[in-house]
Structures are given as structure tokens and as C-alpha cells.
């Protein structure tokens, strides 16, 4: 298959296109490069980015699923990025990710993407960025990313967003880890999922004054959105949240700011995965003694290596 085929997918909007392109950038093949540098790249600023970050269980991809509904009602094509921290062997909640969005299977203006972060050789930034790009060219005008918040790659993904939604739920136990865990101070928009089991109130109140106290949210911001996505109580309100975060962070900057962070998070990912090999090569090839400072063998072979590119 050429590149040329696959650019012609991706305007065609036909969603096998797309994943055929997404594949060949997860697999680093040689194509990747020549259809990355051919996409129109002006179509990911059109598109509205949506994190929706929360612990397992939470809900968040029943949620997604709804959020779906809504904006295919607008006639919206939607791309999801369904980014899973676990084994890609188990695969367990990649495939519970899948069903719960079941209800869009057949809906040509739905892609599901899913991407392992582990067994990765570079960051999550880079190829989940190709991926939206890819999903934008594609005509994707929302790309949600939905993600277990653990772990510094996947808090660099939330940074890749324009808006985010922290999901937690009662009887999940860990909420307060989640929110200690920084989650609460990168949220956008809070929400209590499962509003119909015991103990959503209470979290949500606890979730309203840990907030608070932060003193980074403004009144409007420690405001708890609650849900029940299993019966899609609370959507309407969710989503005029959304919009309400999205016009204030276009009329304040705050989005251009956003995005601008996010490229550069980008090249920086890029540039990690593209120097990795040839260091790793240098390193199994490197008669060195192992003595003193490995820092200081770092910093040589960083030298040689920036000779090598330079020439
Ligand atoms: N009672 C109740 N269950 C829900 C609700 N939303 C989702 N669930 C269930 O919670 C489980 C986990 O949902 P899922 O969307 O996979 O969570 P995720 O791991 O955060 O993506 C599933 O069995 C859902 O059917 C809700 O509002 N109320
Ligand atoms: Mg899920």
C-alpha cells in the first residue's frame, strides 16, 4: 500500500483509512513519516480536544459513550482515543472500552482507537498527537481521549488536551488518591459518575471542598457535574459545561496557550523516540570501563551523537 492510497482514505473520511494510518505510526513503519508530513495539519486546530481522566470503573467510557450521542445529534464526527495503561495482552479493558461504546459499532462517523501505553519505546504524546492529527484529517471535529490518570505519561496526555474532565465514582475506594494524586488541579470540569449508588453526594461534597482549598479553581470550576451515564441522567448539563469551559478558554487564551504547550510536548516526544535507538545501539556497542559517573558517559555519548547528526 502506498502512502498516497491512505492520504486518500483519510479525505474520503473512510474510518479503515484511518486506522490503517494510526497502525503505521504505532508500528514505526517507513510510510508513517511520508503520510504525517502530508496531512494538513491546520485541521487539528478546528477540532475540539476532550480528556476524560478518572480511576477504573469510574465510568468514564459509558460516559464517553453518551457523550458520543450528543454530539453525533449535531452531526459532529467523532474520534475517541481510548488510551489503556495495562497489558496489551490481557487487552481486558480495551475490549471493555469497545463494548461500552458498542452502541456507535455500526456508525461510520464514530472511530475508536485504542493505544497501549506500555511496551512503548518513547512517549504517549507523540503517538497519540499523530493520532489526532490523523483523526482531525480524517474529519474528526471531537477527538475524546479517555485515560486512567496514573503515571507521568498519561498526565502529559491530559496536558495534550484542550479541555478535561476528571470522572470519579463512590465505592471505588481510591478517590482520594486520585485527587491527591494532582488530578483534581489539572481538571477542567469535575464529575461524579454513578450519582445513583450511596455516597455520591458526599463525594461530591468532598470533592467540591478539596477544590476549593486548592484556591487554583475559580467558584465556577469547583462546581461538581453529577451523573448517572449508565441511564444518561446529567449529559445535557455535562456538555453545556463543556461548551461554557471551551468559550471561556478561547475568549481568555487559555486554549492557545493550551495547544501551543501541547505541540511542543509533541516534538519534544519525537525527538526522544528518534534519538532512543541510536543510543541504545552506542551504548551495546560502546567498549566502555563502567567506572565513575554514569552521568558523565551519558553526556559523551550525547556529544558523539549530536556530532553524528550534525554531519
Ligand atoms: N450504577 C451505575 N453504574 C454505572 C454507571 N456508569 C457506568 N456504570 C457501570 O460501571 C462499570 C464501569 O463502567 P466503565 O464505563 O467501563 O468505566 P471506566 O473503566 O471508567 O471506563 C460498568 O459496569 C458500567 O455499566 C452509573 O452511572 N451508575
Ligand atoms: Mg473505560
Redesign the pocket.
Same mark, same amino acid.
Given at each position: 500500500m502506498k502512502s498516497e492510497d491512505i492520504l486518500k482514505g483519510l479525505r474520503d473520511r473512510d474510518p479503515r483509512g484511518i486506522g490503517r494510518a494510526i497502525s503505521l505510526v504505532e508500528e514505526n513503519d517507513p510510510l508513517a513519516d511520508e503520510i504525517l508530513s502530508s496531512l494538513d495539519h491546520s485541521l487539528i486546530d478546528q477540532t475540539t480536544i476532550l480528556g476524560i481522566t +478518572?480511576p477504573? +470503573? $469510574?465510568?468514564?467510557?459509558?460516559?464517553t459513550d453518551r457523550i458520543i450521542t450528543k454530539y453525533r445529534s449535531q452531526g459532529r464526527r467523532v474520534g475517541v482515543i481510548a488510551v489503556d495503561p495495562s497489558s496489551p495482552i490481557s487487552g481486558g $479493558?480495551i475490549l +471493555? &472500552?469497545r463494548v461500552?461504546m458498542m452502541g456507535h459499532a455500526l456508525d461510520q462517523d464514530v472511530v475508536v482507537r485504542s493505544m497501549a501505553t506500555r511496551g512503548r519505546l518513547g512517549g504517549l504524546c507523540a503517538a497519540a498527537g499523530a493520532a489526532m492529527r490523523i483523526l482531525a484529517a480524517g474529519g474528526c471535529s471531537i477527538i475524546i481521549i /479517555?485515560t486512567v490518570g496514573v503515571g507521568q505519561s498519561e498526565m502529559d496526555i491530559i496536558r495534550i488536551a484542550d479541555i478535561t474532565a476528571l =470522572?470519579l465514582a463512590p465505592g471505588l475506594g481510591d478517590d482520594i488518591q486520585a485527587m491527591k494524586a494532582g488530578l483534581l488541579e489539572v481538571a477542567d470540569i469535575l464529575i461524579v459518575?454513578? #450519582? &445513583?449508588?450511596a455516597g455520591a453526594d458526599t463525594l461530591a461534597m468532598d470533592m467540591e471542598s478539596i477544590a476549593r482549598e486548592s484556591g487554583s479553581k475559580d467558584k465556577d470550576k469547583a462546581k461538581v457535574c453529577m451523573? =448517572? #451515564?449508565? /441511564?444518561g441522567k446529567g449529559i445535557d448539563d455535562l456538555i453545556a459545561a463543556i461548551e461554557a469551559v471551551d468559550a471561556s478558554h478561547r475568549e481568555s487564551g487559555e486554549r492557545r496557550t493550551r495547544r501551543d504547550r501541547a505541540y511542543d510536548l509533541e516534538v519534544l516526544d519525537w525527538a526522544l523516540e528518534m534519538i532512543k535507538p541510536s543510543i541504545i545501539e552506542r551504548i551495546n556497542a560502546w567498549d566502555h570501563d563502567r567506572k565513575g559517573a554514569p552521568r558523565r558517559h551519558a553526556a559523551k555519548l550525547l556529544e558523539q551523537e549530536c556530532l553524528r547528526i550534525s554531519e
Amino acid at each position: 500500500m502506498k502512502s498516497e492510497d491512505i492520504l486518500k482514505g483519510l479525505r474520503d473520511r473512510d474510518p479503515r483509512g484511518i486506522g490503517r494510518a494510526i497502525s503505521l505510526v504505532e508500528e514505526n513503519d517507513p510510510l508513517a513519516d511520508e503520510i504525517l508530513s502530508s496531512l494538513d495539519h491546520s485541521l487539528i486546530d478546528q477540532t475540539t480536544i476532550l480528556g476524560i481522566t +478518572g480511576p477504573p +470503573g $469510574a465510568g468514564k467510557s459509558t460516559l464517553t459513550d453518551r457523550i458520543i450521542t450528543k454530539y453525533r445529534s449535531q452531526g459532529r464526527r467523532v474520534g475517541v482515543i481510548a488510551v489503556d495503561p495495562s497489558s496489551p495482552i490481557s487487552g481486558g $479493558a480495551i475490549l +471493555g &472500552d469497545r463494548v461500552r461504546m458498542m452502541g456507535h459499532a455500526l456508525d461510520q462517523d464514530v472511530v475508536v482507537r485504542s493505544m497501549a501505553t506500555r511496551g512503548r519505546l518513547g512517549g504517549l504524546c507523540a503517538a497519540a498527537g499523530a493520532a489526532m492529527r490523523i483523526l482531525a484529517a480524517g474529519g474528526c471535529s471531537i477527538i475524546i481521549i /479517555e485515560t486512567v490518570g496514573v503515571g507521568q505519561s498519561e498526565m502529559d496526555i491530559i496536558r495534550i488536551a484542550d479541555i478535561t474532565a476528571l =470522572v470519579l465514582a463512590p465505592g471505588l475506594g481510591d478517590d482520594i488518591q486520585a485527587m491527591k494524586a494532582g488530578l483534581l488541579e489539572v481538571a477542567d470540569i469535575l464529575i461524579v459518575n454513578k #450519582a &445513583d449508588c450511596a455516597g455520591a453526594d458526599t463525594l461530591a461534597m468532598d470533592m467540591e471542598s478539596i477544590a476549593r482549598e486548592s484556591g487554583s479553581k475559580d467558584k465556577d470550576k469547583a462546581k461538581v457535574c453529577m451523573t =448517572v #451515564a449508565s /441511564e444518561g441522567k446529567g449529559i445535557d448539563d455535562l456538555i453545556a459545561a463543556i461548551e461554557a469551559v471551551d468559550a471561556s478558554h478561547r475568549e481568555s487564551g487559555e486554549r492557545r496557550t493550551r495547544r501551543d504547550r501541547a505541540y511542543d510536548l509533541e516534538v519534544l516526544d519525537w525527538a526522544l523516540e528518534m534519538i532512543k535507538p541510536s543510543i541504545i545501539e552506542r551504548i551495546n556497542a560502546w567498549d566502555h570501563d563502567r567506572k565513575g559517573a554514569p552521568r558523565r558517559h551519558a553526556a559523551k555519548l550525547l556529544e558523539q551523537e549530536c556530532l553524528r547528526i550534525s554531519e
